[in-house]
């Protein structure tokens, strides 16, 4: 199956609304805690080894970087977040930027919240989902690093954390197992991304939600 994302290369970074390409087109966030392997599944649904730096350092991530994969179709990498070693008026720099592009961002169309799948849902996964829903947004939620469980503990953390999706958003976001590493739920998550993007016919709901880790 040929890759939508695949020609996906970096188009620019910006650290405030100035810097911000043509407000049009069709753009899918990204949205991660630290370390939660945002990077990497943004590499695993391009296809490419580098696109996004996979650092060392967690919270590398210090801009809206915007990666293109057709002129106006853009993957956007937004900060990281949870390792507080940046000074407090920068957070809050990133705070009130990424507050006004979700409130503004005419271009953006889904939000994907990447959330390691043995600590999911902290504070930040909810204030990200919750940008979304407020905005009317679809979101996806990855649970990544699913190749660090048995099968039998990713279906329950799988469920419990569709249970709580539920109960706190309705069905506006979907969640499903991933891992960049075993490329498990690629596919699933690519054909959501190109959906939102113009690029490809998403999954069916019934699929998207599938219960099978």
């Known amino acids: ?5 695949n020609a996906a290369r970096y188009l ?3 650290h405030n609304t100035g810097q911000l390409p043509p407000d049009g087109g069709h753009e899918v966030a990204f949205a991660g805690r630290s370390n939660a392997g945002k990077s990497s599944a943004l590499n695993a649904l391009a296809g490419h080894n580098a696109l996004a730096r996979v650092s060392k350092t967690p919270g590398r991530t210090q801009q809206l970087v915007f990666f293109e ?3 106006g179709r ?3 990498d937004l900060p990281g977040y949870g390792y507080a070693k940046v000074p407090q008026e920068l957070q809050a ?3 009130a930027f990424i507050d006004r592009y979700f409130r503004e961002r005419e271009a953006l169309k889904g939000l994907v919240v990447v959330m390691d799948i043995r ?3 902290k504070d930040y996964d909810r204030q990200m989902l919750g940008y979304a829903v407020q905005r009317g947004l679809p979101a996806h939620a990855l649970l990544t690093k699913a190749d660090k ?22 069905d506006s976001v979907g969640v499903q197992t991933f891992s960049g590493e075993s490329k498990q739920g690629v596919e699933q998550a690519r054909a959501v991304v190109a959906g939102w993007l113009g690029l490809a016919q ?8 599938s219960r099978d880790p």
């Open 119 to 121: 600590h999911p849902l």
């Open 93 to 95: 720099h990133w705070q």
């Open 149 to 170: 469980l048995g099968r039998g503990q990713q279906a329950n953390a799988l469920q419990a954390v569709r249970r709580e999706l539920f109960s706190a958003y309705g």
């Open 69 to 71: 994969v057709q002129p």
């Open 12 to 14: 620019l970074s910006a």
């Open 1 to 5: 199956m040929s890759n939508p994302l």
């Open 74 to 76: 853009c993957l956007v």
């Open 202 to 209: 998403a999954l069916p709901s019934s699929s998207r939600l």
